[in-house]
T-cell receptor, first 110, second 116 residues
Framework: DQQVKQNSPSLSVQEGRISILNCDYT??????FLWYKKYPAEGPTFLIS?????DKNEDGRFTVFLNKSAKHLSLHIVPSQPGDSAVYFC?????????FGSGTKLNVKP | EAGVAQSPRYKIIEKRQSVAFWCNPI?????LYWYQQILGQGPKLLIQ????????DSQLPKDRFSAERLKGVDSTLKIQPAKLEDSAVYLC??????????????FGSGTRLTVV
């Protein structure tokens, strides 16, 4: 029962352009949504979050958008940098539990 | 601040053998989690501890997996006997508070287990 889905396993973007990573969920009761970034041989690290009562949260080059009616969220990275190349996991939270998507591998080409 | 420490980094065992993983959370973090991440999938929660008590172990295959957190600090996860499908990265994470979404959730680097 996969409640959080990331349908794009990989994404390739040119340096300086926008990267858009997408995530869909099925449970309308989720309280928070988070994005994690993972480099090879390291654990995931927290990147940005958004409460279910908001539709946008911005932190520097990273912006997360939440569309509750569509049960969809996206992470925008502008401008993309080669150091952003990593696997990005979407996660949803409710009742003291996190549910993770399968990840999208972002490659930012110099 | 030191991160979440896990060992070993890699482990290769034959099926039906046993294996144990160790996790040392960030000092002061009350909540500790073990996740299983199979290749191509997101992390899946196996067990959550609050101090040394189990909060959620609903997805832990209890016939072969066991975990403990003695004294509410370090934790070990054991698999006995291992199956081929247990090949995965085992991630430990810890957080402050009761594990809310903004409670300083931090992952370790994981242990990559290969069962042959």
């Amino acid at each position: 029962d996969q409640q959080v889905k990331q349908n794009s396993p990989s994404l390739s973007v040119q340096e300086g352009r926008i990267s858009i990573l997408n995530c869909d969920y099925t449970n309308s009761m989720f309280d928070y949504f988070l994005w994690y970034k993972k480099y090879p041989a390291e654990g995931p690290t927290f990147l940005i979050s958004i409460s279910s009562i908001k539709d946008k949260n911005e932190d520097g080059r990273f912006t997360v958008f939440l569309n509750k009616s569509a049960k969809h969220l996206s992470l925008h990275i502008v401008p993309s940098q080669p150091g952003d190349s990593a696997v990005y996991f979407c996660a949803a939270y409710n009742f003291n539990k996190f549910y993770f998507g399968s990840g999208t591998k972002l490659n930012v080409k110099p | 601040e030191a991160g979440v420490a896990q060992s070993p980094r890699y482990k290769i065992i034959e099926k039906r053998q046993s294996v144990a993983f160790w996790c040392n959370p960030i000092s002061g973090h009350a909540t500790l989690y073990w996740y299983q991440q199979i290749l191509g999938q997101g992390p899946k929660l196996l067990i959550q501890f609050q101090n040394n008590g189990v909060v959620d172990d609903s997805q832990l295959p209890k016939d072969r997996f066991s975990a403990e957190r003695l004294k509410g600090v370090d934790s070990t996860l054991k698999i006995q006997p291992a199956k081929l499908e247990d090949s995965a990265v085992y991630l430990c994470a810890s957080s402050t508070g009761t594990g809310g979404p903004l409670d300083g959730y931090t992952f370790g680097s994981g242990t990559r287990l290969t069962v042959v």
